[in-house]
């Protein structure tokens, strides 16, 4: 069973689109998260959301906007798409924020942006 | 600002050493500290969680040593195998966070 699932895996697309990606767990976690490896492998965090409340944005620009429907879900929606968002994008969850819980992650999806 | 440091470069180790991989962290006071496995084109593994207030942590194969004064993290695979090659990601956090800081990573390579 996927435990945090990303759909899609690869997204190609052009320069000024706009895009979403979709995230689920099936782990009854209450937080999530939104993370983007660049090409330097580095995961940096984007978001945190905890029971649908956003808890973190890590200054990313407002053309980022995260969406939660409710615990399980949390989407990704990217308008005017830039060539510097290409990148691998993972979603996490983890139970809660509080205290040293390890976080999940899904496949990651591929963004490339031309 | 917050900084992690870990071995910029692949390490190479026999089957069957120990692998030692490094974590070095400035301006910042971790709670906790974690190590993450990462395969090619998969996310992040959790594989270990050392708290401030812990000295060493171990799993099976895999240990873990936290310096809080020394601001480093030491990760140690025992008796290596070639399925262990993978990149290894260290992962800071402080309680009641939800924002976990990574490092960039160090890809181990164990040759049979």
Same mark, same amino acid.
């Given at each position: ?114 | ?24 962290? #400035?301006?910042?006071? !971790? @709670?906790?500290?974690?190590? &993450? ?8 593994? $959790? ?30 695979? #025992?008796?290596?195998? !070639? @399925?262990?090659?993978?990149? &290894? ?8 966070? $939800? ?14």
């Amino acid at each position: 069973d996927t435990a945090v699932s990303q759909t899609p895996k690869y997204l190609v697309t052009q320069m000024g689109n706009d895009k979403s990606i979709k995230c689920e767990q099936n782990l009854g976690h209450d937080t999530m998260y939104w993370y983007k490896q660049d090409s330097k492998k580095f995961l940096k965090i984007m978001f945190s959301y905890n029971n649908k409340e956003l808890i973190i944005n890590e200054t990313v620009p407002n053309r980022f906007s995260p969406k939660s429907p409710d615990k399980a879900h949390l989407n990704l929606h990217i308008n005017s798409l830039e060539l510097g968002d290409s990148a691998v994008y993972f979603c996490a969850s983890s139970p809660q924020g509080l205290g040293p819980d390890t976080q999940y992650f899904g496949p990651g999806t591929r963004l490339t942006v031309l | 600002s917050q900084k992690i440091e870990q071995n910029s470069e692949a390490l190479n180790i026999q089957e069957g050493k120990t692998a030692t991989l490094t974590c070095n962290y #400035t301006n910042y006071s !971790p @709670a906790y500290l974690q190590w &993450y496995r990462q395969d090619p084109g998969r996310g992040p593994v $959790f594989l270990l969680l050392i708290r401030e207030n812990e000295k060493e942590k171990r799993k099976e194969r895999l240990k873990v040593t936290f310096d809080t004064t020394l601001k480093q993290s030491l990760f140690h695979i #025992t008796a290596s195998q !070639p @399925a262990d090659s993978a990149t &290894y990601l260290c992962a800071l956090a402080n309680t009641g966070g $939800f924002k976990t800081i990574f490092g960039a990573g160090t890809r181990l390579f164990v040759k049979a």
